[in-house]
């Protein structure tokens, strides 16, 4: 790099007084990284290679005797500061962050709106920064389950880096956080936690009994009555035939089937969590959500009363819980079910929360647009919290389906002939009702229907670890193509994932009432590829 035009670039951020760096002579500092520090200085590069994909390196100018701190590529001396190009490694993030604490994680408890933001890819957490400026959510960046990190061959810790980088580069000092997603046992828990993660979100599935739903009476009553003697008094006088009163006119009363239902199905997870907030969320003073939702069947209000009451009893107050709702919460696709019932039933979890002290979870949030103004509007003093993942991936692939729909149409057969992959790991209506479009009914001219199909939406998303990582001869069959169209095309991948997730957004925070609102409002009425 040209380590003079560098230094004439500090010489000249230095000069500018009123924090105006958008009007810089060199374009390729890219103004929203810059951060001065008395006479230090701190930026992020965005160069174009011959392929016109943007590379980035870190430029530090400070004082000789600190500046070690960096892994420096090239190194300039100028009287006593000294001016380092470095890679965006994990080093240099550590180092970054001794300086400005914003770039770390922070908690999200005192933000009463939060949003997941799952990157699969790692690369789109800038445009969601940019979006996110300004809304008064706060964003959890890195997010990213067990089987995702598995299934793109991915870390946590090259999640966490990649939007601690992003965090940097737009200049984001408004608070972001890292979410150790669906783990599952305590070494994920401490896998999450020491790569710094701000929040955990512990999956109970292991530890839920998802038969006793499908138990006879006689049956239940059978186990219910094998506890200890001194259980069934607890369980019998704490809850049986009581009233609880939540909210004003809101009440959760306990039949005997809905107590022994409650405590044979989930007061091993209660133990379980409670055990991981002792071992873990204290210590470490994390953000602690509890998933409930991972259960073929819905949370009842008796449910989720009952595990929050026993966390309670035993000092255990989550910042989020994710019970499971009514209704089908499937991937890449609207919300499935009566938004009427939706909204009763989300007014008695709502209370529950708010009785307890924390806020509702939404997860498999992505798409599910006809809730979200219910969601909004109902949510009272502890706010909400969503997840999205899918929705990036599925972005993406409009990116290659308008820059190259060959490839598309490639992809999608693929996915398409391959569904049976991953029936052991999703739900979905492309997977049984086949409907989803066939390939041989697909081509150029009616590819991008694909991106606007909800059962080709479901293949597509759901075959994501499948197209990137099959390999022929010991090469990637689409993983290197794909990242280099995707690459190539950032722009446009930028503004279609600000589309989607404003859409998201707006419903949230009432600024339009219905999806169609939405849609209208953001859904380009040409071509946009075009601009890019």
């Not at 005797?65 to 993030?93: H, Q, R, Y």
């Not at 966490?160 to 046992?185: C, P, R």
């Not at 006879?216 to 009555?225: A, C, P, V, Y």
């Not at 009785?355 to 979200?372: P, T």
Request: aromatic share 12%.
């Amino acid at each position: 790099m040209d380590l003079q035009k560098l230094l004439k670039d500090v010489k000249e951020i230095l000069s500018i007084e009123d924090g105006d760096y958008s009007k810089l002579t060199d374009k390729e500092v890219y103004a929203p990284s810059i951060q001065v520090d008395r006479r230090n200085v701190y930026f992020v590069t965005h160069q174009k290679n011959s392929e016109g994909i943007t590379e980035k390196h870190l430029v530090v100018y400070e004082n000789r005797l600190t500046a070690k701190d960096f892994d420096a590529t090239e190194v300039l001396k100028d009287d006593d500061s000294t001016l380092i190009v470095g890679e965006l490694n994990e080093t240099n993030n550590n180092a970054l962050a001794t300086r400005f604490q914003w770039i770390r994680p922070a908690s999200r408890r005192n933000y009463k709106y939060t949003f997941g933001l799952g990157d699969r890819l790692g690369n789109a957490s800038n445009a969601h920064l940019r979006l996110f400026k300004g809304r008064g959510i706060m964003p959890v960046l890195a997010q990213q389950s067990i089987r995702e990190l598995m299934l793109m061959h991915r870390t946590n810790t090259d999640v966490f880096q990649s939007a601690s980088w992003a965090v940097f580069e737009e200049g984001f000092t408004y608070g972001w956080g890292a979410d150790g997603d669906h783990v599952k046992t305590p070494y994920e828990v401490d896998y999450a936690v020491k790569i710094g993660c701000s929040m955990i979100t512990l999956d109970c599935t292991e530890e839920i009994h998802n038969d006793v739903v499908n138990l006879d009476e006689s049956e239940l009553d059978k186990r219910f009555n094998s506890l200890d003697p001194d259980q069934i008094k607890y369980f019998n006088d704490a809850y049986l035939d009581k009233d609880f009163e939540v909210a004003d006119g809101v009440t959760v009363h306990f039949t005997k089937k809905d107590l022994e239902e409650s405590v044979l199905t989930f007061y091993d997870a209660i133990l379980f969590a409670e055990g991981i907030y002792t071992k873990f969320v204290v210590p470490y003073n994390l953000d602690f959500e509890i998933s409930m939702d991972e259960t073929p069947y819905q949370t009842t209000p008796e449910n989720h009363f009952f595990f929050a009451s026993e966390l309670n009893k035993q000092g255990v107050t989550p910042v989020t819980m994710a019970p499971r709702f009514y209704g089908e919460f499937q991937k890449a696709i609207d919300y499935i079910g009566d938004t009427e019932r939706f909204e009763r039933e989300y007014v008695v979890h709502e209370s529950i929360a708010e009785h307890f002290g924390y806020k509702l979870s939404i997860h498999s949030g992505s798409d599910k647009l006809s809730v979200y103004e219910i969601i909004g509007r109902l949510s009272k003093k502890h706010g909400w919290h969503v997840k999205t993942a899918g929705t990036n991936w599925l972005e993406a692939l409009r990116v290659i389906a308008h820059k190259d729909p060959d490839f598309m149409l490639e992809l999608y057969k693929f996915a398409y002939d391959n569904l049976d992959d991953v029936k052991d790991f999703y739900v979905f209506n492309a997977q049984t009702n086949g409907t989803a479009p066939k390939p041989a009914d697909m081509n150029k001219s009616n590819v991008m229907d694909l991106l606007d199909n909800d059962d080709a939406r479901q293949v597509l998303h759901t075959m994501y670890g499948s197209i990137m990582n099959l390999k022929h001869n010991f090469h990637y069959v689409y993983r290197d193509k794909f990242w280099n169209t995707l690459l190539k095309n950032q722009d446009l991948y930028d503004a279609y994932l600000n589309i989607h997730i404003a859409e998201h957004l707006d419903l949230l925070q009432g600024v339009v009432k219905t999806r169609a609102e939405a849609l209208e409002k953001y859904e380009p009425k040409e071509d946009i590829s075009k601009k890019f």
